[in-house]
């Protein structure tokens, strides 16, 4: 098909611009729009100081101090600053990982969402390359990194955003960060066909070495939301869980992954273990999945995510809390925390940290643990009334205790008082457990070489998201 262009004379003597320029001048606003929707013209990485590591122009059009704006705005917040917000018509869009602010901003109407998603992208390629995300990784890998920003981002458009197409581009080798020198001590506890979690910060150009040893790393993450009352009842429940994979295999050969044969999928149903739903990597064949919860994989380079979960329906919680506040007299209020852990006994949960706010009008408080407690500790911060109470390891099965005793000041109301203690926060993390009883049969190599016999390693991490006790 022709299109032609209206000629002149042909409506008297009036100049015609042609429906040919016409049709071209609305695609080419509609096309500018789209693209500038999804426009990054500035990129840069941030320290817990606020000091520029990484800092890459793509447009030049914005101005060259918008590092120091971003953080003396997010320092200036009250709390957490957005994720998302808007100076001077400049848009600045971050994440936040491991202390480090990723930042990415324009001044055009982009789309959030993408934005978002994009950095996401650049912060797991980046991990990718350098096999952790750390103040030292990125300053002794700045010239890799930069390398891999200008293969993403071509004049502020995303371009390539997978590490197996960045890959073959890439030129300069990552430089590693040291990891912490083992002292040569292992618990009897800790079973000897077990890896330090250290071994998947990795880069994933060491398989383009020779001798380099091939292994996959698969983690099942769990994040849990809990609701208790002050009658330390279970008001509310669920899991966000994912299971993870990082591949250090020559070729990426084709994997099979199975799962427990009683997984049932769905809101309401019976089963070992009931999810609500889930959904799956691209690369995964789930053409089995309904038969014998068999997974066919084709990995791609890097870290990725195999399938993501979630469960609402009842568990057991790992934690249970239970405050009683007493008034001793008008001006004196205690309360006794309990903390019970519901998980085998086997099981030890590292870095317990609960934390409660105490009444405005507080004067001191003082905080009593049990006798014999060589892993415990309890703060009270005056300046922001709070009282933090930090419990390194937390077996399994077993109960602790504090008694926080608060005095008031002569102004005060203790029945108003009691109402604002708390709400009682907890974070923690377990190894090796998991809450939705989801478990991984086995992990198997398609690979028709029966010399070929890579490492495979498990891992099991629960985790808190928001687990909460009203008092």
């Known amino acids: 098909f022709f299109f ?59 101005m060259k101090n918008t590092p120091e704006t971003f953080f003396r705005n997010v320092k200036l917040y009250k709390g957490d600053a957005p994720p998302i917000f808007n100076i001077d018509g400049v848009s600045f869009v971050y994440l936040k990982k491991n202390s480090l602010y990723i930042v990415a901003t324009s001044r055009f109407n982009v789309s959030p969402s993408y934005i978002v998603e994009v950095l996401n992208r650049m912060a797991k390629v980046i991990k990718d390359f350098c096999g952790v995300i750390t103040e030292e990784a990125i300053r002794k890998n700045f010239v890799l990194i930069y390398e891999i920003l200008d293969e993403m981002i071509d004049f502020g458009h995303p371009q390539i955003t997978s590490t197996e197409g960045i890959k073959p581009l890439i030129v300069n080798e990552p430089v590693p960060v ?105 690369c995964v064949n789930t053409s089995e999945f309904d038969i014998n919860r068999t997974l066919k994989i084709s990995p791609p380079d890097g870290e990725f995510t195999v399938m993501n ?15 009683y506040i007493e008034e001793v007299s008008p001006y004196k209020l205690e309360l006794v925390l309990k903390v019970r852990s519901c998980y085998p006994k086997e099981t030890v949960a590292s870095h317990a940290i609960i934390k409660f706010a105490l009444p405005k009008l507080t004067s001191t408080a003082h905080n009593e643990l049990e006798k014999a407690t060589q892993s415990q500790k309890a703060d009270y911060f005056e300046n922001t009334k709070t009282v933090e109470w930090v419990i390194k390891k937390f077996a399994g099965q077993t109960e602790h205790t504090l008694r926080t005793k608060i005095s008031l000041q002569t102004s005060a109301n203790s029945f108003t008082a009691r109402k604002e203690i708390g709400p009682i926060s907890m974070q ?44």
């Not at 083992?182 to 800790?190: A, E, L, N, Y």
């Not at 509310?236 to 994997?255: A, R």
């Open 4 to 62: 032609f262009q209206a000629e002149d004379g042909i409506r008297d003597a009036q100049e015609s611009r042609g429906l040919g320029d016409v049709y071209k001048r609305q695609v080419s606003t509609q096309s500018t729009w789209g693209k500038r929707s999804g426009m990054i013209p500035q990129f840069f990485i941030l320290s817990a100081r606020g000091d520029t590591i990484i800092n890459r122009d793509f447009r030049s059009d914005l």
């Open 178 to 282: 040291d990891a912490v020198k083992s002292t040569g001590f292992r618990p009897s506890f800790i079973p000897s066909n077990t890896i330090s979690s250290t071994a998947v910060q990795r880069s994933v150009m060491v398989t383009e070495k020779k001798n380099a040893k091939n292994e996959i790393f698969v983690d099942i993450f769990e994040k849990i939301s809990v609701l208790f009352n002050s009658s330390g009842y279970l008001i509310n429940s669920s899991i966000e869980g994912c299971i993870q994979m990082k591949s250090y295999l020559t070729g990426n050969p084709p994997l099979k992954l199975a799962l427990n044969e009683d997984l049932v999928i769905g809101k309401g149903a019976s089963g070992g273990a009931v999810l609500d739903d889930c959904n799956f990597h691209s």
């Open 309 to 323: 979960y979630r469960v609402t329906s009842e568990f057991q919680a790992p934690f249970r809390i239970f405050p």
């Open 428 to 471: 923690f993390e377990i190894p090796m457990y998991n809450v939705s009883n989801l478990q991984i049969k086995y992990l198997r190599i398609e690979e028709k070489d029966t010399s070929y016999n890579p490492y495979r390693w498990v891992r099991y991490v629960t985790q808190a998201s928001s687990y909460v006790c009203r008092t």
